[in-house]
């Protein structure tokens, strides 16, 4: 480790946050004293900018709507050590904090995911507990148990976590894809249990439980895709060449019984399915070699920044 000061960055995305953001800059500041408050504001349409900057937060502006958009800019501009993401809405734990960052300098870790407890039974809606819920378990079936909560928008991560992310996303499928980048490359994580409030009066809610869930979702089938071509592809095929053998059996049955093939048709549809389906497990062995080679490469990429600037 570095004997000189750790440098300690929050970093805060707002959109129309006027109602919350003065506090979350106020109770991180305190908090972490020694800390940089970053808030990048995404098209507020409400006085969030002015807010932030009374409360002595640096604002940034980020023009391309979304949170992904938001993200990938605080990534690219902020430097630092260690970083602190929180939304701006004022349900997070500011204290929790502290113990989040003493987590990832003692075991080293690159990210420590807030798990959250709500302390109200308005801060978590039952449609958003129960998705996060279905969604962590589909990920987790996919690329195996590694969080309880993946749609936490209260995270802290190592410097080489974040220069070697490539964020992709637009929305607020970036969570699950932060998920994914450390499964994939086993980086060490850890989650830690903190309260999760209600929002501040005036504040609401930007997540719509179904169109972001379905949105979450199909990040998560097209990271497998992906990441994991052989076994994407591989199902798929196993899918074809069960519906080709399905269609096959009658005609089968009756040229054993009578040696005539009387519906060309479906025999064609048969033949024409299992081709589909060898053409997909052809293709998920190629692009499993590509996978590899790109894998490879975000690992060493990720090697080759350390783990804290030196």
């Not at 113990?99 to 870790?109: F, G, N, T, V, Y």
Request: hydrophobic share 50%.
């Amino acid at each position: 480790m570095t004997s000189s000061p750790i440098r300690v960055a929050v970093v805060v995305p707002c959109f129309n946050e006027a109602a919350a953001v003065a506090k979350v800059v106020a109770d991180f500041r305190s908090a972490l004293p020694m800390a940089e408050v970053y808030v990048y504001d995404n098209n507020s349409s409400d006085n969030t900018i002015e807010v932030a900057h009374a409360a002595g937060a640096q604002v940034r502006c980020e023009r391309h709507q979304g949170k992904g958009h938001v993200v990938r800019r605080m990534f690219a501009d902020v430097e630092a050590d260690i970083y602190v993401l929180v939304d701006g809405d004022a349900t997070y734990d500011a204290a929790s904090a502290p113990l989040m960052i003493e987590r990832l300098i003692a075991d080293r870790l690159d990210m420590v995911v807030a798990h959250r407890v709500d302390q109200a039974e308005v801060a978590y809606r039952p449609g958003h507990r129960t998705g996060n819920w279905l969604l962590t378990r589909c990920l987790a079936s996919v690329f195996g148990q590694g969080f309880e909560d993946i749609l936490s928008g209260y995270r802290v991560f190592s410097r080489r976590f974040v220069k070697s992310f490539p964020v992709l996303s637009d929305g607020f499928e970036i969570e699950t894809e932060l998920s994914v980048h450390a499964l994939e490359l086993a980086m060490p994580v850890l989650e830690i249990k903190t309260p999760y409030y209600a929002r501040p009066e005036g504040s609401f809610s930007k997540l719509n439980t179904w169109r972001d869930g379905f949105r979450i979702l199909g990040t998560i089938v097209k990271l497998y895709r992906s990441e994991k071509p052989l076994q994407f592809f591989s199902a798929v095929a196993l899918m074809l060449a069960a519906v080709s053998v399905i269609l096959a059996i009658p005609i089968v049955i009756t040229y054993a019984e009578e040696g005539l093939v009387p519906r060309f048709p479906t025999a064609g549809l048969s033949v024409g399915i299992m081709l589909v389906a060898v053409m997909a497990l052809f293709a998920g062995l190629v692009l499993d070699t590509v996978s590899r080679g790109r894998r490879e490469a975000k690992l060493l990429r990720y090697l080759a920044e350390p783990w804290l600037s030196l």
